[in-house]
């Protein structure tokens, strides 16, 4: 390493604390269905999430490439630049968490990365051609891909288990659905602790400490894997209700055909260095499953609130990430101004966040929202079989299961 200013050394700190809150954004991906269905207690998912993801970091290098040699120009792109991205992606991060709403990380991050860029470069230090067939692309196919998969798989897990013993089944569906949480785990550290990688690789070449066309040191990729694994660790408690119980009511069966689906796409994509959205594909895939169920159905006020988030999310960060990159060009001032904005903006939403606080205690308590006309169709037409155990509903875990609940102080976003 030939130098490391201090300027580089302010981007790999924010780099890492980006990565911070991706972990804790996305730990619902992996464990908000196998905490709902009760497979596992939530301490402990969190727990077993956070060492999988720090697993995960090591296995591919392939996304942490597509940010750092693929998406934009490193000819001409500052510390500051990639410092700006990841304020405007750090803020999408704490707001959406803030509402409860599963929005991509990834994208949040590519947002910011575009939006200072073009501040800084123009349009032309964009890959336009990267950024359609290795993010926007899949964006769009993954939740489709997944939902599919999960619905097909679903259905047949249903009618397989159909004659079997219900108490039986559920115990085993369980077991499979913590095999498959650990799976979504590994894979979200394989995609999305390389994006922080691929960041401060990117930074490290336009500060000129490596050399381009670097793979992402050793250091880099530890420090990225422990970062999201401690923020995995700490649990997204709003997002994880959201996912768990705010888009559908699903079943350990329902929970397992979910989380093999979206692991078998999150893994795919890693392989071919798809910067995809895990958030997308889990999501996609917790849909599939709730409407895969006979009387299963999916709440689509959430779920539209959701496909909102999406669509804002590379806008957003993007306009963000613009604005501070227009003013750290006025020196180490205006780089000293945007940080001070970033932590003091980080303050107030956590701040505001213990207004309504949501953790493991109420994680599965959640406001029933009124069932709409497609919801009452759908339900209507396709009603739960008759004097199965599966129709009983399951209580989130063994140590809620009694016959009175403590209402939650948080609305269900």
């Given amino acids: 390493m030939e130098s490391f200013s201090l300027i580089l050394a302010i981007v790999v700190v924010t780099a890492l604390a980006f990565d911070f809150t991706n972990g804790f954004h996305d730990t619902a991906n992996a464990m908000a269905t196998t905490i709902s269905t009760g497979a596992m207690r939530p301490k402990v998912a969190v727990a077993m999430s956070a060492v999988l993801n720090l697993v995960g970091a090591f296995l591919s290098v392939e996304v942490a490439n597509t940010i750092s040699k693929g998406l934009v120009d490193e000819a001409g792109i500052r510390p500051e630049v990639i410092f700006a991205a990841l304020v405007g992606a750090i803020l999408w991060n704490l707001l959406t968490w803030l509402v409860g709403l599963p929005s991509s990380s990834s994208h949040a991050l590519m947002g910011g990365l575009i939006g200072a860029t073009i501040a800084s470069a123009g349009v032309g230090a964009v890959h336009g051609d990267v950024l359609v067939t290795k993010v926007l692309i899949p964006a769009i196919a993954a939740p489709l891909v997944a939902g599919i998969a999960a619905m097909l798989a679903t259905r047949l897990t249903y009618s397989l ?3 079997a013993d219900g108490k039986a089944s559920e115990k085993g569906y369980r077991a499979g659905q913590i095999a498959s949480a650990g799976l979504v785990s590994l894979a979200h550290g394989t995609n999305d602790a390389q994006k922080t990688m691929g960041v401060i690789t990117l930074a490290l070449v336009a ?5 381009p066309d670097s793979d992402p040191p050793m250091w880099v990729i530890l420090s990225a894997g422990i970062a999201i694994a401690l923020g995995t660790y700490l649990g997204g408690w709003r997002i994880i209700r959201t996912m768990g119980k705010g888009l559908t009511d699903l079943r350990p069966q329902q929970g397992f055909a979910a989380q093999t689906s979206a692991a078998t796409v999150i893994l795919a994509s890693s392989h071919l260095g798809f910067s995809l959205s895990t958030t997308h594909s889990v999501s996609g895939s917790v849909m599939g499953a709730g409407l895969g169920r ?22 957003a960060a993007a306009l963000v990430a613009a604005l501070a990159e227009y003013v750290t060009g006025f ?6 101004v945007v940080a001070v904005f970033l932590v003091a903006s980080s303050a107030a939403i956590w701040k505001i966040s213990r207004r309504e606080v949501v953790d493991h205690t109420n994680v599965c308590d959640t406001d029933e929202e009124p069932a709409g006309v497609v919801t009452t169709a759908m339900a209507a037409v396709t009603p739960p079989p008759a004097g199965t155990a599966t129709t009983d509903p399951v209580p989130p875990f063994p140590a809620q299961a009694s016959t009175e609940r403590t209402p939650s102080t948080t609305t269900t976003v």
């Fill in 294 to 315: 006979k009387g299963g159905v999916v709440r689509w006020s959430t779920a539209t609130r959701m496909f909102v988030a999406w669509g804002l999310t590379l806008p």
């Fill in 161 to 163: 288990g159909r004659k």
């Fill in 207 to 211: 500060g000129g400490a490596v050399a």
């Fill in 331 to 336: 020196g180490d001032w205006g780089t000293a």
